[in-house]
């Protein structure tokens, strides 16, 4: 059997003190997913929090970066460990380098250079009530929502309407990006499709808790089963054929209608994004087959 190591973190792990994450619960419909096929394929699963020592994984081929979902509150530490597991030979997916890029959202202005339609942003080193006055006239909206540059999970991401702008003392504390709310979050909701190796696996519409406009499952979104058209499918994997390095073992590309129903990227997810193994359930399947080819090239 080939050791693959399933990246983890203290907060998705069972019987970690201290507690999981309210969403810990998807790290464990993967964890379920990925087992009977990849021993099928000659492959052991092992989950390990990303932050043990190097001894941990000794004896492993490649490693997933699975549910590491604290990385953005250590990314040094997070990118060094990747760094010494490369350095060691071990099989990083996705890797340093694609990591590296990724990490902060401005990878989505290359993507733009490279023809890919995005959901209009300004980038700001931070972000005061000028910069939001500012971004409501750029975008001659009523409602702007500001996320972090280097963040994950909605984490810290707000909604500002402009009749309830913050005061003159007012900072949001990160490099942000500002951009206008796109209403088809809460109608038709957000499209994500998975692929493995660069080939569509399977796609899904998640839609925001009633009154939210977050869809991720810990503020309450739900998701269902997509099929996509043969445009849809042709829009999100010419994102990933834009990506400037070999193709991924696996990426996520989230995308939303604009009011004049064009697709928009909202995010490019190839670290260690949630791969819905649910609506998928080939997913399971399809990664174990990529990994063994993978490991047979080596």
Do not use: H, I, T
């Given at each position: 059997m080939t050791t693959i190591g399933f990246l983890a973190c203290e907060t998705t792990l069972p019987g970690k003190g201290g507690?999981?994450?309210?969403?810990a619960f998807e790290h464990d419909l993967m964890i379920a997913?990925?087992?009977a096929p990849f021993r099928a394929a000659g492959l052991e699963l092992r989950v390990i929090d990303w932050e043990a020592a190097l001894s941990e994984f000794e004896d492993v081929s490649l490693v997933m970066l699975g549910t590491a979902w604290n990385y953005q509150d250590k990314a040094e530490a997070f990118l060094s460990k990747l760094d010494a597991l490369e350095d060691r030979g071990v099989t990083v997916c996705n890797s340093a380098q694609i990591v590296r890029w990724n990490a902060t959202k401005t990878y989505l202005r290359e993507l733009e250079e490279c023809g890919a339609a995005t959901v209009p942003t300004l980038w700001q080193r931070d972000v005061g009530q000028a910069e939001l006055l500012e971004a409501f006239h750029h975008f001659g909206c009523d409602k702007l929502v500001v996320k972090r540059q280097v963040g994950a999970g909605a984490l810290d991401q707000v909604m500002i309407t402009r009749d309830a702008?913050?005061?003159e003392d007012w900072t949001y504390g990160h490099p942000a990006m500002l951009q206008p709310f796109l209403p088809a979050i809460a109608t038709s909701g957000e499209l994500s499709f998975i692929f493995v190796e660069g080939e569509l696996s399977h796609a899904l519409r998640k839609l925001p808790a009633s009154g939210d406009y977050r869809i991720q499952s810990l503020y309450g979104g739900t998701e269902c089963v997509h099929q996509p058209s043969s445009d849809?499918?042709?829009a999100a994997s010419a994102i990933v054929a834009a990506l400037p390095f070999d193709t991924p073992l696996y990426a996520r590309i989230d995308?939303?209608?604009?009011e004049s129903g064009q697709l928009l990227v909202m995010e490019a997810e190839l670290i260690e994004p949630y791969l819905y193994p649910q609506q998928g359930p080939q997913l399971g399947r399809r990664l174990a087959s990529a990994i063994s080819k993978r490991i047979s090239a080596l």
């Open positions: 507690g999981r994450r309210g969403d997913a990925l087992n702008v913050p005061g849809e499918a042709e995308m939303l209608r604009s």
